[in-house]
């Protein structure tokens, strides 16, 4: 495989190569080694090099489960209501899991992946949570004190214990942010990165059902311009 192997949250494919085997007929006949001594009244010795190769191919696996790390994430991720000031909503967190053998480890990104699918409405922004009549919560830092906004932080730490100081917004898929990576293979435990989405939801916001979807992407091998 290529450095660019990928895991995607939303898609997988598997691909299998088959290998033919060949005619006997193929291969060289067998090279007679004679034997010859060092020095005379040495015994003969016939030797030869034979060279071992153990070939370990590329792989790359994701995990998008709960914070327990027991059960995918297969509904929306509730967004509750909370008494921080700076996010009034906040979802459980999230866990990605990410198993990489590949020499120069991977790197992982979010974006923005909303659609009309999605939400059923028109008009939709990809970055965006959207009600039914088409009205947006944009994605921001959750600092406006004149529109809501929702956002996603990075946990950090062993344990994902401490949590980033600011909130991000979601990017679309042409800026998608890097949220982790190892520059090394990461062992069969792999690298575990937790997210948790916010909003700072202003009292005038109209009420509704407000859908969105974000896109983690693992990539084999160093970031771009790493």
């Known amino acids: 495989m290529s450095n660019m192997t990928k895991a995607i949250a939303v898609l997988g494919v ?60 297969t509904t929306p991720v509730a967004l509750n209501e909370n008494t921080d000031t700076t996010a009034n909503y906040q979802a459980a967190p999230i866990a990605i899991k990410v198993i990489a053998n590949n020499a120069q480890g991977y790197h992982l990104t979010i974006h923005g992946s909303a659609n009309d699918t999605l939400t059923g409405a028109t008009g939709t922004v990809a970055t965006s949570l959207t009600n039914a009549k088409g009205t947006q919560i944009e994605a921001g830092d959750l600092t406006s004190t004149s529109a809501s906004q929702w956002g996603y ?54 009420s509704g059902i407000y859908n969105g979807q974000v896109t983690f992407t693992a990539t084999a091998g160093l970031k771009a311009g790493a």
């Open 153 to 206: 932080k990075v946990l950090k730490g062993a344990t994902g214990s401490v949590i980033d100081a600011t909130w991000n917004g979601v990017p679309a898929e042409d800026a998608a942010a890097e949220i982790d990576g190892a520059k090394v293979p990461t062992g069969a435990a792999g690298n575990t990165t937790k997210v948790t989405f916010g909003a700072h939801v202003l009292d005038t916001q109209e």
């Open 14 to 73: 598997v691909a299998g190569l088959g290998v033919a085997a060949l005619p006997l007929s193929t291969y060289a006949a067998p090279t007679e080694i004679k034997g010859e001594a060092e020095n005379e009244g040495d015994p003969l010795s016939a030797s030869k090099d034979v060279q071992v190769q153990l070939k370990l191919d590329e792989s790359l696996s994701m995990y998008v489960t709960n914070e327990a790390g027991d059960a995918d994430v």
